[in-house]
Nanobody
Framework: QVQLVESGGGLVQPGGSLRLSCVAS????????MGWYRQAPGKQRELVAT???????NYADSVQDRFTISRDNAKNTVYLQMNSLEPEDTAVYYC??????????????WGQGTQVTVSS
C-alpha cells in the first residue's frame, strides 16, 4: 500500500510564506515525477508545479517567481516553498506522484490534500 501525506498548510496573511511537504511511503520501488496541484472551491484542479527525478521543474505561470518546488529522492519527499502568497493562492493543495510499487507497474497517486488559506 502506498500513501502520499501532505503537511504544512495553514492560514497566512498576504505576503507571507508557507512550506508544504509531501512524503511518499509504503511498498515503493521507485518514485518518478512528483508535483503539486491545487483546487479552489468551484474551480478545476490545476497544476502548480512538477519536478522530475533529475530535478527538472515546471511551474504554472501564476506561481512562477514566487513558488519553488524541490525534492529529496532519498526520502521520497517533495516540497513546495511558497513566498509572497496572495489571496488567489487559497486552495486545497494536493501532492501527486508517478511511482512504482515493488513488483508492480508504474502508477499515479494522490495525497489527501492540505488547506492553504491566504487572508488578512
Amino acid at each position: 500500500q502506498v500513501q502520499l501525506v501532505e503537511s504544512g498548510g495553514g492560514l497566512v496573511q498576504p505576503g507571507g510564506s508557507l512550506r508544504l511537504s509531501c512524503v511518499a511511503s509504503g511498498n515503493i520501488f521507485r518514485v518518478y515525477t512528483m508535483g503539486w496541484y491545487r483546487q479552489a472551491p468551484g474551480k478545476q484542479r490545476e497544476l502548480v508545479a512538477t519536478i522530475t527525478t533529475d530535478g527538472t521543474t515546471n511551474y504554472a505561470d501564476s506561481v512562477q517567481d514566487r513558488f519553488t518546488i524541490s525534492r529529496d529522492n532519498a526520502k521520497n519527499t517533495v516540497y513546495l516553498q511558497m513566498n509572497s502568497l496572495e489571496p488567489e493562492d487559497t486552495a486545497v493543495y494536493y501532492c501527486n506522484a508517478d511511482l512504482r510499487r515493488k513488483l508492480s507497474p508504474t502508477n499515479n497517486y494522490w495525497g489527501q490534500g492540505t488547506q492553504v488559506t491566504v487572508s488578512s
